[in-house]
């Protein structure tokens, strides 16, 4: 699936800043989500909505509080799509 350009370099920023032992794993599992969830709504490609929705759904909560962090340092406006929901 096509990604926004935009989008993916702010993924591309973020990954880099997950901790080196995490960050495969977690790329693998947010790019894999982030797919599904634009199929979800019919988009051609992922765009950030999608992206945050991978990492506010997939991500174990022992790491919630750096995910929103690395979400913050990389220009990702998560409130913008009603988040957090928790």
């Known amino acids: 699936m096509?990604?926004?350009?935009?989008a993916?370099?702010?993924f591309k920023v973020l990954?880099?800043?997950i901790p080196?032992?995490?960050r495969h794993l977690t790329e693998e599992a947010v790019v894999k989500r982030s797919e599904e969830v634009?199929?979800?709504?019919?988009?051609?490609?992922?765009?950030?909505q999608d992206i945050i929705g991978a990492f506010f759904s997939d991500v174990?909560?022992?790491?919630?509080s750096m995910m929103v962090r690395?979400?913050?340092?990389?220009?990702?406006?998560y409130k913008?799509?009603?988040y957090p929901k928790r």
Do not use: C, M
């Open 70 to 77: 690395l979400l913050d340092q990389t220009g990702f406006d």
């Open 2 to 6: 096509n990604w926004d350009p935009k």
């Open 80 to 82: 913008k799509y009603g």
């Open 20 to 22: 080196v032992f995490h």
């Open 60 to 64: 174990p909560s022992p790491f919630y």
């Open 38 to 48: 634009a199929l979800g709504r019919n988009a051609k490609s992922v765009e950030e």
């Open 8 to 10: 993916q370099e702010k």
């Open 15 to 17: 990954i880099s800043k």
